[in-house]
């Protein structure tokens, strides 16, 4: 006799520290993202930066790995290779949009898309002796997602070796190159990226409307740039302002 079926567990766990909410990626060994992942982590972070309690978020992993990629066995015997597609580029299209700081503690290896996700956050540390970057090219593919957000935090030409070779980077390397803020001893990540969160958040809600303006800049025009930043002004000394 078989008893009742039971859930699975979720990808995605979230636990909140004060004003700061933890978002760990929980699909061991390598928390490699499948459909299901990639939309409940996006759910995750849409309702954390529409909730007044969070301030800010830090995008973890579960175990010895931050991630490690997409899981392309999984993605290939499902069947549902346009709506991974689909779900996990909806993923990468929440961040430059949210409202809400987001930091990475990234405490292992971060490969392929799980660098993506690195990518996308605005303040990384990392676990010393992780290794973070695309690795496509070292199985015979392209970086064609995670590449993407990787081109707005590394440089060039690091960049052009890291998608062509498939090599990643060492946290010294990351760390020279400016891929990542801090590398510090794996006790202490969770600590010290609080403490980054608890800094980044010093200007309160103005975070709110300013982080989406500045990803937004990158794209403008300097004149769309210019007059996005007039109104911007008018609204901020405004009387109806304190």
Known sequence: M?????AEPSP????????TAVVELARPPANMIDETLAL?????????????DTDAIVLTGAGEVFCGGADAAAVRSSGRAEEFAEAITGLFAFFPASTTPLLAAVNGDALAGGFGLVCSCDI????????????EAKLGGWPALAMLPALRRVPEKAAIRNVLTGEPFTTPEALALGIVDEVVASADLLARTRQWADAVT???????TGRPQFYRARQQTYSQALAEARGALARAFSPSQP
């Open 40 to 52: 409940r982590l996006r759910s995750c972070l849409e309702e954390l930066d529409a909730s007044s």
């Open 12 to 19: 995605v766990l979230v636990r909140h520290e004060q004003r």
């Open 124 to 135: 990384v540390i990392v676990a010393d002796g992780a290794r973070l970057g695309t690795n």
């Open 202 to 208: 010093v200007s309160g809600r103005a975070v709110a």
């Open 2 to 6: 078989t008893g009742p079926p039971t």
